[in-house]
């Protein structure tokens, strides 16, 4: 078994077998997708709960089709409106959740780590479905699929990661992964949006967009994580499309077959200009998110496999 993972925590725990194995399953899933008889019955009997403490719309759409489509029984969560801000904590929530017998937990959470400390208190499979700045590996795997469909390989590319990297969990967990996978990643952003100490990465870092995307296979865009900003980060968001937004002449600059991603939701004007982004031709963010559905139907089925053979070892 190739994948022997509990929890779908984040992309540092992952080994690059582990990596291509989800990948290779969501490609069978992909193809199911695109076909009239959508359902299996991988998660047939089992129940997946969706807690996402922090708004969403693709990515709880995505993990809940993920889920039907595998035949789980799948119920949402409101934690906006729920016990929590009663004052509820969040162990007392997971436990809470625990005594109904889940078997996939899929969670989004503001603070990074919460998701892992959830997993530690709660006997089934946990998905990080994003937690604050830490990590998002459904979406790093879905980038990595369409990365892969789309240039026929996950390795020896050269990945410009450009914008909110300070912010972006999305960026962290996509470093993580590239790099695991053996590939070049430049980060491309304003000095007061490039963490501290992302060198330790083996990344290349650039102020200046059009040396970052020099000869770059992929093009990754980040949104600007406004609410996760306490002002002062840019000087206008006019200036920052000016400086970092891609538009057609930026792009110049890439190979003349790169990809354009971005994980949604886009500002446009701000960090992209929407013709690139509807321009079919070079962009794959609707690619990206059919992939999502592919890869969360593959990282469900694993986990469920290592789950049944945990308790029937038990
Ligand atoms: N949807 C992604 C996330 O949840 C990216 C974003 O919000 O900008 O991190």
Redesign the pocket.
């Known amino acids: 078994m190739t994948f022997t993972q509990r929890h779908l925590l984040g992309i540092e725990p992952l080994h690059p077998m582990e990596i291509t194995a989800i990948l290779d399953l969501a490609e069978d899933y992909a193809a199911l997708n695109r076909s009239d008889r959508k359902h299996s019955e991988a998660l047939k009997g089992l129940t997946q709960i969706n807690m996402f403490f922090?708004n969403?719309t693709?990515?709880q759409a995505s993990f809940e089709l993920a889920g039907k489509r595998l035949g789980a029984d799948v119920m949402n969560m409101a934690m906006q409106t729920s016990s929590v801000k009663k004052g509820e904590t969040l162990i007392d929530t997971a436990l809470t959740l625990n005594a109904m017998h889940p078997d996939l937990l899929v969670v989004?959470h503001p603070s990074s780590g919460a998701v892992n400390l959830l997993a530690e208190k709660v006997n089934c499979a946990v998905l990080n479905?994003?937690d604050g700045r830490h990590e998002?590996p459904t979406?790093a795997l879905l980038d990595a699929l369409t990365i892969r469909r789309k240039k026929g390989r996950l390795h020896r590319l050269t990945v410009a990661i450009c914008g909110?990297i300070a912010h972006?969990?999305?960026a962290r967990s996509n470093l993580i992964l590239l790099g695991k996978m053996e590939n070049r990643v430049r980060l491309v952003a304003p000095p007061t949006l490039m963490p501290a100490g992302v060198s330790e990465f083996g990344c290349e870092v650039f102020d200046d967009m059009r040396a970052g995307l020099q000869d770059a296979d992929v093009v990754m865009m980040?949104?600007l994580?406004k609410e996760r900003m306490d002002g002062g980060f840019i000087p206008s968001e006019r200036e920052y499309y000016h400086r970092y937004g891609l538009d057609a002449e930026k792009l110049a600059c890439a190979k003349p077959d790169a990809i354009v991603m971005h994980?949604?939701?886009m500002n446009r004007g701000v960090e992209i200009d929407g013709t690139i982004a509807d321009d079919i031709n070079r962009s794959v963010i609707q690619e990206q998110v059919e992939m999502g559905v592919a890869v969360r139907m593959a990282a469900m089925d694993l986990l469920a496999r290592n789950l049944k053979a945990a308790r029937n070892a038990a």
């Open positions: 922090e969403s693709r990515t989004r479905a994003g998002h979406q909110d972006s969990r999305v980040l949104r994580q994980p949604g939701p």
